[in-house]
Structures are given as C-alpha cells and as structure tokens.
C-alpha cells in the first residue's frame, strides 16, 4: 500500500531525474516555483504582486502558490515535491512548519536547486537566502506599544497562528521575551494557538474575556489572528481591551479607523516576494547572495495610517 510519504518520494524521485544539470544559462528563461503558506490572507496575495513584478523585471517564469489555508502542512509538502518534480532553477519556500520540509529541501540542494526561504525560515542553513521581516524584533515592538496603551502594568494574552513556522515562534517569543524583561507589571496571563483562522480565534478570543475578566489588552500575532482577536471582543461586549494587531489587510486597517484595534505592525510584503524571486534568480545565476533580507517593519495607528510611508507597505 503506498502512503502519502511513498507518493512524495516518487515525486521526489521523479524531481531527481531531471535536476542533475543545475540553473539554466543567463540566455534561456529561469523557472522559479514560490510556495507560500496561503492564499486566504491579504499578504499573501500582496507578495504575490512582489513576485510577479520581480519576474516581469528579470525575465524569469514565476509560479505562485499555497495551501488552502495555513494548517495544511501536508499539502504544502506536496506542493513542494510537484514543484521539484517540475525541474526548477531555484525555489522560493515560506515554511508552514520549520522541520517538516528539511528532507525535501536537501533533496533540492543536492540536485543543485537553490531554495530561498521568505516570510519564514527553516531550522537548517540548506536556504541560500531569507526574505522576511525581523519578527522577533517587531514583536517586541508590539510589546512596548501595548505596554504604553495600558499603562504599564495588567494583564495581557496573545493569540499566536502557531507554534511550528518560524513567524509563529519569533512573533510570540519576541512579543513574550520583551514584556518580561522590560515590563514587569504586565503578567501575561495565556498564549493560544488558533492557526491564523479568524473564526478559531475569535472563540479562542471569547474563551480568554470569559477566563480572564481583568484582562487588559490581546495581542494578535497575524492578520487571521488579529481579526478574529476584533471579532472575539465585538462580540462579547467587553469594552475596555486594548488590542494590538500584526499585519494589514482591509479588516485590520478598518479596525484601527474605527478605534476597535488600537494599532498594528505592518510588513512590507511586496518587498518579501520582490527579494525573493530577486535572490532566486541570483543564486540560480551562480552568483553571490545576500544570507539575510530584512524587508522591514512599520507601527501605524489611527495619527499615521494616512501617511505616505506608511500608505506604501498596507496590503489592504
């Protein structure tokens, strides 16, 4: 009986046959597969335009794709085993979770595939490259504006997308390490998990309000989980909760218009799939790229949501 393991061995198999004679020369057109975490987010399609604008730049053929949404570690796993079966130049990968793709990406390496992380790493040096935001360092940001908004001291939560990419770790552990070690009069009270769905976690929201009725602020560690932070405390009235978000989808920027989420980080995902298909076709080039691409981060709330700098990095 074959498994799901057997399937993506044959796949990768199949990749094998065909990569043994590395990147294309400069004259001919490069392929490169990028493979997000999803499509259901409003960043995701807005590194998608990064992307695309990078390919029409370079001359190259870029494909874009994701999981359903961003619990479907398996099927991110297929698409990564298709993509290798289609004889690609270089890969972009943003890694649903920081292990579970390491066999499939040293397969890649030893084929001579160059694999150039974004958004989220992976626990290995097998990428030539990463384009992402620092989210330990914006985390920490989030932290010392909720600290602010809530006068430094009470209670806070986070409800984080999860606990196995790299964005999920960092923007938790970045938002946590800083609020011990700056604030000791903040307590935070609960870290939930809700898998960047809005639906999960505005119960997941309404769960924490009930458990904790001195809560003070929730910070939300991506835009599902954000939204679904705003939908949770709409929905059970409590009036007071300072929220903090990560992203900046249409619902959010309303959100903060609105006075319901206090304020936000932003990214600059454009400039995430831009660097990526950038570096991808670097390296597939055989030359020298950079190790690590900080595209970086921004704080917007209702007194700079309209300024242009800010403007230029929503994805709304």
Same mark, same amino acid.
């Given at each position: ?14 990749? @094998? ?5 590395? /990147?294309?020369? +400069? ?48 099927? +991110? ?15 972009? #990968? ?22 150039? /992380? ?20 914006? /985390? ?6 909720? /600290?602010? @908004? ?68 929730? #910070? ?17 009235? +409590? ?71 800010? +403007? ?5």
């Amino acid at each position: 009986m074959f498994t799901r393991r057997h399937l993506i061995g044959t796949a990768t198999a199949i990749a @094998l046959a065909g990569l043994g004679s590395g /990147a294309m020369a +400069q004259d001919e057109e490069l392929f490169i597969p990028v493979i997000s975490k999803g499509f259901q987010h409003q960043f995701w399609q807005a590194v998608n335009q990064g992307a695309e604008q990078a390919a029409e730049e370079f001359g190259v053929r870029v494909t874009f794709e994701g999981p359903d949404n961003e619990s479907q570690v398996d099927k +991110q796993m297929d698409m990564l085993a298709a993509a290798l079966a289609n004889n690609p130049d270089a890969i972009g #990968f943003a890694a649903l979770d920081s292990q579970a793709a390491i066999p499939l990406l040293r397969q890649a390496q030893e084929a001579g595939v160059p694999v150039v /992380a974004f958004d989220s790493g992976v626990d290995s040096d097998i990428p030539v490259a990463t384009a992402a935001t620092d989210n330990k360092a914006a /985390a920490a940001m989030a932290a010392d504006k909720m /600290a602010e @908004l809530i006068g430094g001291s009470g209670q806070v939560a986070v409800v984080a997308h999860d606990q196995t990419s790299r964005t999920g770790v960092d923007r938790r552990d970045g938002f946590v390490d800083r609020m011990e070690a700056e604030y000791p009069d903040v307590e935070i009270v609960a870290v939930e998990y809700g898998g960047g769905d809005h639906l999960r976690s505005t119960e997941i929201t309404r769960a924490l309000l009930a458990a904790h009725p001195d809560l003070d602020g929730i #910070f939300g560690t991506n835009e599902g989980s954000a939204i679904g932070v705003v939908n949770g405390v709409r929905e059970s009235g +409590q009036e007071g909760i300072t929220i903090v978000g990560y992203d900046s989808g249409k619902a959010q920027t309303d959100a903060i218009r609105e006075g319901l989420m206090a304020g936000a980080i932003t990214q600059n995902p454009v400039g995430i799939g831009y660097e990526t298909v950038r570096a991808a076709v670097a390296a597939a080039r055989g030359e020298e790229v950079e190790g690590d691409i900080d595209t970086g981060f921004y704080w917007y709330d209702q007194s700079n949501i309209d300024d242009q700098e800010i +403007q230029a990095v929503l994805y709304d």
